[in-house]
């Protein structure tokens, strides 16, 4: 009997070192300084997560400096609104990547498929924001989670696509200053240059959601 009171104690004390280590390595995460928090950023503060949508400096007299973030709270979608002093520092949340396809969207929601085990995951569009634009109905896109929970799209910084709708282009117009919407393959309006025709491609700046030029696979 003593014995096996012996085992247990052993047993207890092996799963609290586990739990300690598990605990400690869950809770070592990287520092991100308040000025450093810029679009697409995941932080925790008070213990909640958010995703910055917006960053701004609004610099002080005397050297000093606030930090006005736009954020959506990854929890409740909510969008919200933070003041930070530019001296205070906050937790980054550690992203992993999964490449997954992208199926459609409605109203809400955005759906995807692991193609390996054929799961879909519904990621909210108040989590993904603009960069759903981005992304082509039946391609493939890495999605950056937190856990098991969905927090953005890693985009390049520019993408091709293909021109559907637009006014006719000018014959013999070359400049770039002149600029008409065109409607793109999946959707998005870019301001083109007026020499650019339905048909062709462009590369698009991700970050900006502006033209960059004319695609060399045309």
């Known amino acids: 009997m003593l014995d096996e009171q012996e085992e247990l104690g ?6 609290c070192e586990k739990f300690n280590i598990l605990s400690y390595n ?20 008070e213990g909640k997560p958010f995703k910055v949508t917006k960053y701004q400096l609004i610099k002080m007299g005397r050297g000093g400096a606030t930090v006005r973030v736009n954020c959506v709270n990854l929890e409740t979608f909510a969008n919200v609104e933070h003041a930070f002093s530019s001296n205070l520092s906050f937790d980054l949340i550690t992203l992993n990547k999964k490449k997954l396809q992208y199926l459609y969207k409605n109203a809400k929601i955005a759906y995807f498929m692991n193609t390996d085990t054929y799961e879909q995951i519904e990621v909210p569009l108040a989590i993904l924001g603009s960069d759903v634009n981005y992304i082509k109905e039946g391609g493939e896109c890495d999605i950056l989670f937190w856990g098991e929970r969905a927090m953005s799209v890693d985009l390049p910084p520019k993408i091709t696509l293909k021109v559907v709708e637009c006014d006719p282009g000018v014959k013999g117009n070359t400049a770039s200053n002149y600029l008409k919407s065109a409607v793109m393959e999946n959707g998005l309006t870019v301001k083109v240059p007026l020499f650019i025709k339905a048909g062709e491609m462009i590369r698009v700046d991700t970050r900006s959601g502006d033209y960059v030029e004319r695609a060399k696979d045309n």
Not at 10 to 15: T, V, Y
């Open 26 to 45: 869950t809770s070592v995460m990287a520092n991100v300084n308040a000025t450093e928090l810029r679009g697409g950023t995941s932080f925790l503060y």
């Open 10 to 15: 052993k047993d207890s004390q092996r799963c």
